[in-house]
C-alpha cells in the first residue's frame, strides 16, 4: 500500500503570500513528481526529482520552485501567490525503474484570492 | 511528445452494463501504461499497471489490455456498479519523463 501524504489538503490565501505545500511519502520512493490540474482538466507535470539534490522543471511552465533535502519529503513553495495559482495540485512518487508503478498522494486544492 | 486521447470524454450507462474506455497515444515507445481513477477533488487512484511486454492485465471486474504498436490500450469495466462513477485516466511511461495523461473519460453509472 502506497503512503504519500499532501499537506494541506484545502488552502485558501490572499495575493502576495508565501506558502509551501507539503508532500511525504513513506516507500523510500527515489522518483517524486509534482503535477498542477485545473477543474475539468489534464494533470501537467511541474516538477519532478529523481533523488536528493536533484530537481527539475517539468513540461508546464510554472512559478513555483522545489527542494529534494530527504529522500521522503519533496516541498513545493510559492513565493508570492497569485489568483493565476489557484488550481489543484498533486504529488506522486515511484521506486527505481520506468517499469514500476506510480502512486499519487490526495492533492491539495489552493485557491488565491 | 507523447499525446494522449481518451474516447468517449464522457459516458453515462445504468448500473449492470459492461462498458470500455479507449485509450491512444501517439508514440509507443513505452515501458507500460497505468490506469487510474480519479474521484471529484481527490487524487488518483492506480487501478492497472500493464508492462508493454503484456497484452492484458486483470484487476476484480477491471481489465486493461495494451496494443504498444498501434498506440492503443481499453479499460473494460464488467458489471459497472454506482461506485464506479469518477474520472478514469491512462497514462502511457516512456523513459526519461514523467507520466503523460490525457484528459480522461468521466463515466456516470446510475442506479
Known amino acids: 500500500e502506497a503512503d504519500i501524504y499532501q499537506t494541506p489538503r484545502y488552502l485558501v490565501i490572499g495575493t502576495g503570500k508565501k506558502i509551501t505545500l507539503e508532500c511525504s511519502q513513506t516507500m523510500g520512493h527515489d522518483k517524486m513528481y509534482w503535477y498542477q490540474q485545473d477543474p475539468g482538466m489534464e494533470l501537467h507535470l511541474i516538477h519532478y526529482?529523481?533523488?536528493?539534490?536533484?530537481?527539475e522543471k517539468g513540461d508546464l511552465s510554472s512559478e513555483s520552485t522545489v527542494s529534494r533535502i530527504r529522500t521522503e519529503h519533496f516541498p513545493l513553495t510559492l513565493e508570492s501567490a497569485r489568483p493565476s495559482h489557484t488550481s489543484q495540485y498533486l504529488c506522486?512518487?515511484?521506486?527505481?525503474?520506468?517499469?514500476?508503478?506510480?502512486?499519487f498522494g490526495p492533492g491539495t486544492r489552493l485557491t488565491v484570492l | 511528445k507523447q499525446e494522449v486521447t481518451q474516447i468517449p470524454a464522457a459516458l453515462s450507462v445504468p448500473e449492470g452494463e459492461n462498458l470500455v474506455l479507449n485509450c491512444s497515444f501517439t508514440?509507443?515507445?513505452?515501458?507500460?501504461l497505468q490506469w487510474f481513477r480519479q474521484d471529484p477533488g481527490k487524487g488518483l487512484t492506480s487501478l492497472l499497471l500493464i508492462q508493454s511486454s503484456q497484452r492484458e492485465q486483470t484487476s476484480g471486474r477491471l481489465n486493461a489490455s495494451l496494443d504498444k504498436s498501434s498506440g492503443r490500450s481499453t479499460l473494460y469495466i464488467a458489471a459497472s456498479q454506482p461506485g464506479d462513477s469518477a474520472t478514469y485516466l491512462c497514462?502511457?511511461?516512456?523513459?526519461?519523463?514523467?507520466?503523460?495523461f490525457g484528459k480522461g473519460t468521466t463515466l456516470s453509472v446510475s442506479s
Open positions: 497514462a502511457p511511461n516512456q523513459a526519461g519523463t514523467a507520466l503523460i
Open positions: 526529482s529523481y533523488g536528493v539534490n536533484s530537481t
Open positions: 508514440d509507443s515507445a513505452i515501458y507500460n
Open positions: 506522486a512518487s515511484r521506486s527505481g525503474g520506468y517499469y514500476n508503478e506510480q502512486f
